[in-house]
T-cell receptor
Framework: DAGVTQSPTHLIKTRGQHVTLRCSPI?????VSWYQQVLGQGPQFIFQ???????GRGNFPDRFSARQFPNYSSELNVNALLLGDSALYLC??????????FGPGTRLTVL | AQKVTQAQTEISVVEKEDVTLDCVYE???????LFWYKQPPSGELVFLIR??????QNEISGRYSWNFQKSTSSFNFTITASQVVDSAVYFC???????????????FGQGTELSVKP
């Protein structure tokens, strides 16, 4: 079975632009979570979605938003990009009360 | 507040040495979960183990072993006879008890970069 997939792999944007990152969970997983990992640090929780509803939100500004689709895939949107948004964005999926399995991440560079 | 501390930023060992990665956590919950993940240079986090707060039994999986001690709020990870392929960043993480239909957000430590030299 395929693992968690994310697209694109790499992305370069300039300050002020908008970006959309995509995630497809493992088949049968209904929960998707997003994390931001700045270089040299541990991942920081951004959002969790389950059954298309937001179930948790981390300490991130309103420029960050996300949604989950009927097929359980998810998008993370970031508006008005700042240099500090440069990071590896990780998506994780899980079954009910299960451990989270991570995708390969999208490396975002903001110039 | 929940917090995970991995005091060792970098560890360097020679192949075949044993190495222990430390993890100390803080939580007010009585039910919680602890995890270890491995992050190789490719960037993908690889799940290694999940332990719930009611199970203090140590676990061994091949060359890997984990020591969970609630009395000291620690969940340490030992690699026996380390190999070059073990080189990676290792993260300890904590999850509050998940609600019925949630996976529970993970709170990660800063990570320990392990370098195993031949």
């Amino acid at each position: 079975d395929a693992g968690v997939t994310q697209s694109p792999t790499h992305l370069i944007k300039t300050r002020g632009q908008h970006v959309t990152l995509r995630c497809s969970p493992i088949s049968g997983h209904k929960s998707v979570s997003w994390y931001q990992q700045v270089l040299g640090q541990g991942p920081q929780f951004i959002f969790q979605y389950y059954e298309k509803e937001e179930r948790g939100r981390g300490n991130f500004p309103d420029r960050f938003s996300a949604r989950q689709f009927p097929n359980y895939s998810s998008e993370l949107n970031v508006n008005a990009l700042l240099l500090g948004d440069s990071a590896l964005y990780l998506c994780a999926s899980s079954v009910l009360r299960g451990e989270q399995f991570f995708g390969p991440g999208t490396r975002l560079t903001v110039l | 507040a929940q917090k995970v501390t991995q005091a060792q930023t970098e560890i360097s060992v020679v192949e075949k040495e044993d190495v222990t990665l430390d993890c100390v956590y803080e939580t007010r919950d009585t039910t919680y979960y602890l995890f270890w993940y491995k992050q190789p240079p490719s960037g993908e986090l690889v799940f290694l183990i999940r332990r719930n707060s009611f199970d203090e039994q140590n676990e061994i999986s091949g060359r890997y072993s984990w020591n969970f001690q609630k009395s000291t709020s620690s969940f340490n990870f030992t690699i026996t006879a380390s190999q070059v392929v073990d080189s990676a960043v290792y993260f300890c993480a904590l999850s509050e008890r998940p609600a019925y239909n949630q996976g529970g957000k993970l709170i990660f430590g800063q990570g320990t970069e392990l370098s195993v030299k031949p």
